[in-house]
């Protein structure tokens, strides 16, 4: 199946956002363009599942988590790169950018969910994901732009530009609360 034009899709954002030189530096054989309505049937959740374990909840509320993320203008941006021959999504990014009060009501946008399908990695797919994500995110002002990663994936985020600075913390909800997280 070719790929279905950015025209006939409902996308996350739009797409002159996306960096015009990352567009130019992607394979020819490449599309990177926002989140669409329709990609659940283009492997989004498969490409995710690099990651982590990702539970599949089905199309329609797929399609309603999409459309709570497009409820929210200026916060979430998904990009997808696919194959243009099969229409296939081949690698996935996500910024969120949240707002402050500090920094004079400033912004920061945060990086999340890079994944790439293991056939296509080693061929700069991440790297474009990780350029288009940190442009939009200066496009729209943001003081910074920052993510993390395991310590293995810190020399390739530093090729991409960013610092190891500070550390992470985290705290899980327990599985047995009263009202247990969504895995």
Avoid at 15 to 39: C, E
Avoid at 83 to 108: C, H, N, P
Avoid at 154 to 159: A, D, G, T, V
């Amino acid at each position: 199946m070719p790929l279905t034009p950015d025209s006939e899709l409902e996308l996350l954002f739009p797409p002159s956002l996306i960096s015009p030189d990352v567009k130019r530096a992607l394979h020819q054989d490449l599309h990177i363009r926002p989140l669409a309505s329709t990609d659940h049937a283009r492997g989004h959740l498969a490409i995710l599942s690099v990651l982590s374990v990702v539970s599949d909840p089905g199309e329609t509320a797929w399609r309603t988590q999409f459309a709570a993320m497009r409820a929210a203008p200026e916060t979430y941006f998904a990009i997808v790169i696919l194959d243009r021959a099969t229409d296939r999504i081949i690698g996935v990014g996500s910024l969120f950018v949240e707002r402050k009060f500090m920094r004079g009501l400033g912004r920061a946008g945060h990086i999340e969910d890079i994944a790439v399908d293991k056939q296509q990695q080693g061929k700069k797919v991440g790297l474009r994901i990780i350029n288009a994500l940190t442009y939009i995110s200066e496009q729209l002002g943001c003081y910074k732009t920052i993510l993390n990663c395991s310590d293995s994936n810190i020399p390739f985020y530093e090729k991409c530009g960013f610092v190891k600075k500070e550390n992470e913390m985290a705290k899980y909800a327990p599985l047995d609360s009263p009202h247990p997280p969504r895995l």
